[in-house]
T-cell receptor, first 111, second 114 residues
Framework: LAKTTQPISMDSYEGQEVNITCSHN???????ITWYQQFPSQGPRFIIQ???TKVTNEVASLFIPADRKSSTLSLPRVSLSDTAVYYC????????????FGTGTRLTVIP | NAGVMQNPRHLVRRRGQEARLRCSPM?????VYWYRQLPEEGLKFMVYLQKENIIDESGMPKERFSAEFPKEGPSILRIQQVVRGDSAAYFCASSEGHSNQPQHFGDGTRLSIL
């Protein structure tokens, strides 16, 4: 059963770049890597998704090495409002959508 | 451009009653997923449905829990004879397609069992 491993928590000061790394050793060939953000009492919000190399959008970048056994979510210049739990997910099986949410990484941004 | 809508946001039931949770997917989305989240834990997959079909219910308890996604109307997660352990946040997500299409989540229904 493919799982992901992330740090349980991270602290960062406002304005810094934050990098959260996720390990997914059993990722399958057709699986994508997806990151979500969750605030208290809200549903997860899609941040970014990628397959290999680098993906960038208006809020984050996703770096995926060639072996795809890990990925790094990069948040540039974080603010207090970025304090949340961040989940890294991979599809467990091709053709299924049984997404596995681990416990995520709780990011706390400090003034 | 409404997102995934869940109602009610909060639901209180006594042990033994039935709970019905509703989910309207985003416009144009025909795939619906239900997850359960306990405090301080990640979401746990329960069931995946397309219109009128259950595709994967491997995460759903065999007894008391059922889900449907009719041709017309919202998806319903139904919990019969609720017990204290059913207290949790239940999230619904929808996607446009299948396999690696991003899932978009609602803000959940918080179920409390007295």
């Amino acid at each position: 059963l493919a799982k992901t491993t992330q740090p349980i928590s991270m602290d960062s000061y406002e304005g810094q770049e934050v990098n959260i790394t996720c390990s997914h050793n059993n990722i399958a060939t057709n699986d994508y890597i997806t990151w979500y953000q969750q605030f208290p009492s809200q549903g997860p919000r899609f941040i970014i998704q990628g397959y290999k190399t680098k993906v960038t959008n208006e809020v984050a970048s996703l770096f995926i090495p060639a072996d795809r056994k890990s990925s790094t979510l990069s948040l540039p210049r974080v603010s207090l409002s970025d304090t949340a739990v961040y989940y890294c997910l991979v599809a467990i099986q091709t053709g299924a959508n049984n997404l596995f949410f681990g416990t995520g990484t709780r990011l706390t941004v400090i003034p | 451009n409404a997102g995934v809508m869940q109602n009610p946001r909060h639901l209180v039931r006594r042990r033994g009653q039935e709970a019905r949770l509703r989910c309207s997917p985003m416009k144009g989305h025909s795939h619906v997923y239900w997850y359960r989240q306990l405090p301080e834990e990640g979401l746990k997959f329960m069931v995946y449905l397309q219109k009128e079909n259950i595709i994967d219910e491997s995460g759903m308890p065999k007894e008391r829990f059922s889900a449907e996604f009719p041709k017309e109307g919202p998806s319903i997660l139904r919990i019969q004879q609720v017990v204290r352990g059913d207290s949790a946040a239940y999230f619904c997500a929808s996607s446009e397609g299948h396999s690696n299409q991003p899932q978009h989540f609602g803000d959940g229904t918080r179920l409390s069992i007295l």
